[in-house]
Structure formats: structure tokens, C-alpha cells
T-cell receptor, first 111, second 113 residues
Framework: DGGITQSPKYLFRKEGQNVTLSCEQN?????MYWYRQDPGQGLRLIYY???????QKGDIAEGYSVSREKKESFPLTVTSAQKNPTAFYLC??????????FGPGTRLTVL | DQQVKQNSPSLSVQEGRISILNCDYT??????FLWYKKYPAEGPTFLIS?????DKNEDGRFTVFLNKSAKHLSLHIVPSQPGDSAVYFC????????????FGTGTQLKVEL
């Protein structure tokens, strides 16, 4: 089955710790994206990557970092510099068109 | 600066009637618009899209209308079904923008029996 997987589904982190969220796709899509959703808000773009070994900042990149070493994988690290990390994180990918396919999401809670 | 706006946070409709969800945008560079449906604790799923060269696109019970001069689009669902109850997000992109999508804040649709 082709699709996007995100793990874990729920993640708890102590304040001051870095944490990495996984995103893997087997759709052979070139571009991948990370969004954050907060209650009552839309999805906001954190980082995106259009090809391997290249990525760009989105609208709210501060406190986050990414890597794109493989086409299939686009992990997101939430660093201790992110002031308000508790949110629902969504990964998406696209072959090159505008329609993005989303993973099931990871809910991160900072304790 | 919210470039894509969904001014109605919620909408309640009776089963079988029409649901109309609205979306406004401010960026005149946007030329492709999409609607996504989202259930709680899940990723959004693509519903329907429209290019700026069209003013209407239909797919089964779902129709999207685009009024470029007013920078307004709407999603019509007819007839509405209880399974349509979800949050609907409007999104927009611009050619040459790296396929980045700008999302609205969403409208919670509740279809009542």
C-alpha cells in the first residue's frame, strides 16, 4: 500500500528536550512538507523540501530543523528553542502538483 | 496576515440539504485552490480543486465555485450526509511557489439527522 506514515502517533516531551518526528513516504514523491496545526487555526507551513538534500523554511521555521537525506524520508526535529511546541504535526508529500497527500499526524505534548 | 480566510468557524446543516462553505483570499497571485476534509486526529484528505482558469468544478456531490473578481470561492455539498461532518479547509497556491499551500482556518461542518 502506498502512502505516508508518521510515527509516533502521540509523543510526550519534557521541556528543554529535543524530539524528532518521523515522516516516511513510498509514493515516490519528490516534494515533502511539514505543517503544524493548533486549535482554531489552519495548517501552517514549517519546512518543505522539493528534492533530496535541499529544503526551505516555511512560515514558522523558528525552533525547528529538518533533513532530507533520502527521497522517502523527511524527519522534523522540534528543538528546545521552539517556545510553544505542543501541537498536531502533519507531514505531506506531492509528486509535483498542488495536491498534497497527508500522513495521519503526530500529536506532540510538552510536559 | 491571513491570506486565506474562512470566516465561519462552524456550520450546521440538516441531512439532505445543501452545505455551503465559503473561503476568501487576498493574494492575487493564487491561481489554484483546493478543499480538504479533516477528521479529528487524522491528516486532511483532498476533496476537490479548481484552477483559476475555471469558475466551476464538480465531482459527485461536491462542487467548487470560484469568483476571481471577488477573490472568493465556495464549496457546495448536496445532498449533505452525516458522514460529511468534519472540518473543511480551503487552501491556495501560486504558480512558481514551490507547490506551497496556504490554508484557511477551517470550518467545522455538522450534518444533523
Amino acid at each position: 500500500d502506498g502512502g505516508i506514515t508518521q510515527s509516533p502517533k502521540y509523543l510526550f516531551r519534557k521541556e528543554g528536550q529535543n524530539v524528532t518526528l518521523s515522516c516516511e513516504q513510498n509514493l515516490n514523491h519528490d516534494a515533502m512538507y511539514w505543517y503544524r496545526q493548533d486549535p482554531g487555526q489552519g495548517l501552517r507551513l514549517i519546512y518543505y523540501s522539493q528534492i533530496v538534500n535541499d529544503f526551505q523554511k516555511g512560515d514558522i521555521a523558528e525552533g525547528y530543523s529538518v533533513s532530507r537525506e533520502k527521497k522517502e524520508s523527511f524527519p522534523l526535529t522540534v528543538t528546545s528553542a521552539q517556545k510553544n511546541p505542543t501541537a498536531f504535526y502533519l507531514c505531506a508529500s506531492t509528486l509535483g502538483g498542488d495536491e498534497q497527500f497527508f500522513g495521519p499526524g503526530t500529536r506532540l505534548t510538552v510536559l | 496576515d491571513q491570506q486565506v480566510k474562512q470566516n465561519s468557524p462552524s456550520l450546521s446543516v440538516q441531512e439532505g440539504r445543501i452545505s455551503i462553505l465559503n473561503c476568501d483570499y487576498t493574494n492575487s497571485m493564487f491561481d489554484y485552490f483546493l478543499w480538504y476534509k479533516k477528521y479529528p486526529a487524522e491528516g486532511p484528505t483532498f476533496l476537490i480543486s479548481i484552477s483559476s482558469i475555471k469558475d466551476k468544478n464538480e465531482d459527485g456531490r461536491f462542487t467548487v465555485f470560484l469568483n476571481k473578481s471577488a477573490k472568493h470561492l465556495s464549496l457546495h455539498i448536496v445532498p449533505s450526509q452525516p458522514g460529511d461532518s468534519a472540518v473543511y479547509f480551503c487552501a491556495a497556491s501560486a504558480t512558481g511557489g514551490g507547490n506551497k499551500l496556504t490554508f484557511g482556518t477551517g470550518t467545522q461542518l455538522k450534518v444533523e439527522l
